[in-house]
């Protein structure tokens, strides 16, 4: 027997499934389900674990198998999601001339995709800055962008692999200088290393979460780190 809350993110996992062929991402859970926060999506999911309606396939994102049809389930009182909450998060195309909008980024023909700068992978003692002088690109859908200049990075390590982030992946990145707590960034510490890591700060301090429980969290005065982007979209090539 499920409650509630777990039948109803069956059910959107299921029909999110569906139309789009692969899992939504803990942050889709989380607005489809109004939850305050993504560790509330955590429990949930190893709730449907724990029962045996999902299974969770190791070192893969977005790879929950459904195992329990949820229309085969009683469906507890106030479930029924409404159709907008997986219909949201469909992906799209916008035609349209994005150039003014996606500044140092070049349009595909129709504006369906652009090619955004590949600086290769995330190095110790390598800022941005020193990175950008490359010729190699990444070609990414135009939805996935919003304002400013965009850069694609390549991962190195696991730190954020429960977060969905492996080693090898490639991760869109927005410019930015500063972050909101709870945003995956690219920072610079110190001068000297550049990691992706979750952002927290903390009076005059600031903290750099991973997402793997085999590393800790790295506190930092405020100065010593450089916000040089923001995440907005992960690839990867099976």
Same mark, same amino acid.
């Given at each position: /027997? ?24 803990? +942050?889709? /859970? ?57 219909? &949201? ?41 020193? /990175?950008?002088?490359? +010729? ?15 850069? &694609? ?6 730190? /954020? ?5 492996? +080693? ?14 709870? +945003? ?55």
């Amino acid at each position: /027997m499920l409650t509630r809350k777990q039948f109803e993110l069956l059910r959107y996992i299921n029909d999110y499934q569906h139309k789009q062929g692969f899992s939504p991402s803990y +942050d889709e /859970m989380k607005e489809a389900l109004t939850l305050r926060s993504k560790s509330g999506v955590h429990r949930l999911i190893r709730a449907l674990e724990e029962r045996g309606a999902i299974r969770r396939r190791p070192h893969r994102a977005r790879s929950i198998e459904i195992l329990i049809d949820p229309d085969s389930l009683r469906q507890p009182a106030s479930a029924r999601l409404p159709e907008e909450a997986v219909a &949201a998060f469909a992906p799209n195309v916008i035609k349209g001339n994005f150039a003014p909008r996606l500044q140092g980024a070049r349009t595909a023909p129709e504006a369906a995709a652009v090619h955004l700068p590949l600086y290769g992978r995330i190095a110790a003692g390598l800022p941005i800055e020193a /990175m950008a002088n490359t +010729d190699a690109q990444i070609e990414v859908p135009s939805a996935w962008l919003s304002r400013g200049d965009h850069y &694609a990075l390549e991962v190195a390590g696991d730190s /954020m692999i429960e977060e969905g982030i492996h +080693d090898g992946d490639t991760v869109v990145i927005q410019k930015a200088e500063t972050a909101e707590n709870g +945003d995956i960034v690219v920072a610079l510490v110190e001068e000297n290393e550049v990691t992706l890591k979750r952002f927290r700060r903390r009076g005059a301090s600031i903290a750099l979460e991973p997402a793997n429980q085999r590393y800790e969290t790295r506190i930092y005065p405020s100065e010593k780190v450089r916000v040089q982007g923001r995440l907005v979209a992960l690839l990867r090539r099976y």
